[in-house]
Nanobody
């Protein structure tokens, strides 16, 4: 049974930091590229960051460049999103996602095979 379980969300003041984790099981984690997406209240789901199978390539949406860092630990079947200098506009439900094939565009939601249930991040001013 495939599972992606996010954790680490919460309430944080502007300028604060959070580290999200996504624990994977039920598939060969190291054979999947991983990504984080988020869905702000009342908006569409959007790409945040993506990482290749062994972490050699990383991609970020403009909104998180310089503040967010994606990483993975294949020995622990876990992908992380370190978020620094959080802003109120970072408020969203954050989802991790996995796909078998390397995408031409990580920001494309279609094509991801597995999704987690999400973890809420609330940034306060």
């Amino acid at each position: 049974q495939v599972q992606l379980v996010e954790s680490g969300g919460g309430l944080v003041q502007a300028g604060g930091s959070l580290r999200l984790s996504c624990a994977a099981s039920g598939f060969t984690f190291s054979s999947y590229v991983m990504a984080w997406f988020r869905q702000p209240p009342g908006k569409e789901r959007e790409f945040v960051a993506g990482i290749s199978w062994h972490g050699g390539n990383k991609f970020y949406a403009d909104s998180g460049k310089g503040r967010f860092t994606i990483s993975r630990d294949n020995a622990k079947n876990t992908v992380y999103l370190q978020m620094n200098n959080l802003k109120p506009e970072d408020t969203a439900v954050y989802y991790c996602a996995a796909r078998r094939n390397y995408p031409t565009d990580f920001a494309t939601i279609n094509g991801f095979d597995y999704w987690g249930q999400g973890t809420q991040v609330i940034g306060t001013s």
